[in-house]
Every structure is written in C-alpha cells, then in structure tokens.
C-alpha cells in the first residue's frame, strides 16, 4: 500500500528553523514528482513547493522564496522540508503529496498537467513566540 | 500570478446534482484537477486531468473544462460527500489551487 508520513513538525520561535521529512513506501519514489501543500488553520490548501524526479528541478511559492528548500533523497525514498527564517504566516499543516505530470494532448494542443495523487496525514507546524 | 475562483459554498439536497464552478482565464487550455477535504482528513484526489476519476472514486464525481470554467459535478449526492472542494491547475511552474467550495447536502 502506497504511503507517506511527515516528521520534523513542531513549535518554533520567529525567525528559527525546521526541517520536515516524508517517508515513501509502496510505491517507486524516483520516478516521481514530490509536493509539499501546506494548510494554516480554517484556511485553504496552498502550494509550498515541489521537486522532480531526479532533484533536477525545484519550484517555490512566491512567499517561501529564499527561505525554503525542498530536496529529496531517492536511495532513502524521502523528501525533505527545510525552512529557515520562518515566520508566523507559516502556521500550518504540512502536507506531504505525491505529484503526477506530464504532457497530454487536448483536441490539437498539448498541455501540461500537474495533479497530486497520494496525501500524507500532515505534520503541523506552529511559528510562535 | 494566476488565480482560480471558487464560490465559497454550495448546498444541494441528498440524491441531487451538486456542481461546483471554478473559474479562471483561458482555463480550458490547463489541465484541472479537483480535491475533496473532509473535516480532520487529509485532501483526496476526486478527479485529475479535467474529467479522469482515480480508482476507487465512485462515479457519481465527473468533471468538465470549457472556456473560462471547470466544474466538478456530483450526481445523486450523498450525506458522506459533504466536504470541502478545491480545484487546482499548473501555471508557469507553479501549482495554483482555488480558494475551496464548501458543499453542504441538506
């Protein structure tokens, strides 16, 4: 069964740091795009970053620019978090998701599709002092 | 930046069709993809590429992209579908999602 489970979530102060974690099984984790959604309280899901397949190419939310990183580690099947310089704004739930992509074709074009297929539980993150 | 609309909530009543609108410019040209979140859980994948449903999604959940709108459509909804729905798309390296529909079967 094909499963993803964050760690690393916790309460820190203004401007410290974090480092979450996901654990891949059941399924083959090189071969696939990683997410990382985030969800502050009684608020909306909103992209934090994801990651392709061989680590080759990342993309950031605007607001985590320069902050975040987002890596991954295939011989482990894991995928990492590291935020630095966090503020209050990021109070959520962060959610671990495995991403599926590619190019499709639509009556004479194609497009790019991007979808998030397998959700973790979420590790919740409080920034406070 | 890209920005996606959804109507902040929805009510139908059990065994009616619930749709769900999402709205964006030239939306008919990105892929659509649609989530479910109930209470304490984590979201679901309900339907991917504007109308695919994953395994183990009943039927009941279709979707459409045309224009301006993708709508996520519910035929005979159900109490246990109650939940909120969110709509995403790919813009320029980035994964946009609506800001949710809260759907209410009363």
């Known amino acids: 069964e094909v499963h993803l489970v964050e760690s690393g979530g916790g309460l820190v102060q203004p401007g410290g740091s974090l480092r979450l974690s996901c654990a891949a099984s059941?399924?083959?984790?090189?071969?696939?795009?990683m997410t990382w959604v985030r969800q502050a309280p009684g608020k909306g899901l909103e992209w934090v970053a994801n990651i392709k397949q061989d680590g080759s190419e990342e993309n950031y939310v605007d607001s985590v620019k320069g902050r975040f990183t987002i890596s991954r580690d295939n011989a482990k099947n894991s995928l990492y978090l590291q935020m630095n310089s966090l503020r209050a704004e990021d109070t959520a739930v962060y959610y671990c998701?495995?991403?599926?992509?590619?190019?499709?074709?639509?009556?004479?074009?194609?497009?790019?599709?991007?979808?998030?297929?397998?959700w973790g539980k979420g590790t919740t993150v409080t920034v406070s002092s | 930046s890209y920005a996606l609309t959804q109507p902040p909530s929805v009510s139908v009543s059990p065994g009616q069709t619930a749709s769900i609108s999402c709205s964006g410019d030239?939306?008919?040209?990105?892929?659509v993809s649609w989530y479910q979140q109930k209470p304490g859980q984590s979201p679901v994948l309900v339907i991917y590429?504007?109308?695919k449903r994953p395994s183990g999604i009943p039927e009941r959940f279709s979707g459409s992209n045309s224009g301006n709108t993708a709508t996520l459509t519910i035929s005979g909804t159900q109490a246990l579908d109650e939940a909120d729905y969110y709509c995403?798309?790919?813009?320029?390296?980035?994964?946009?999602f609506g800001g949710g529909t809260q759907l209410t079967v009363l």
């Open positions: 590429q504007d109308d």
């Open positions: 995403q798309a790919w813009d320029r390296r980035a994964v946009i």
């Open positions: 998701v495995r991403g599926g992509a590619g190019w499709a074709a639509a009556g004479t074009s194609r497009y790019y599709y991007y979808y998030m297929d397998v």
């Open positions: 059941g399924f083959t984790f090189s071969t696939y795009w």
């Open positions: 030239d939306l008919s040209n990105k892929y």
